[in-house]
């Protein structure tokens, strides 16, 4: 049985940078976090939007609940580089 095909969120924001690392720490001693572009439209439609749970997943094509997992995964990765000095990787899925 096969899983049952994902549905085509809509991506609003393109990042032209798609790094970020703390100051000062070479690349090569960091661990890095991987947010991806998916992670990254919810986070940003939460907090530069200020859309609500349901006007942002009417923004990215799909339901209250999908978009709620999306934004929490994403705000556990940016709080995790953050508060323990990792970099982040934005990345294309």
Request: net charge positive.
């Amino acid at each position: 049985m096969c899983p049952r095909p994902r549905n085509c969120r809509k991506i609003s924001f393109n990042p032209d940078i798609t790094y970020f690392k703390p100051q000062g720490v070479p690349m090569r001693q960091l661990e890095i976090v991987e947010l991806t572009t998916e992670e990254l439209e919810a986070y940003r439609l939460r907090h530069i939007k200020d859309f609500d749970q349901q006007q942002a997943a009417e923004q990215m094509n799909t339901s209250a609940s999908t978009y709620q997992r999306i934004y929490y995964s994403a705000a556990a990765k940016i709080a995790d580089a953050l508060t323990n000095g990792k970099a982040i990787k934005i990345i294309k899925i």
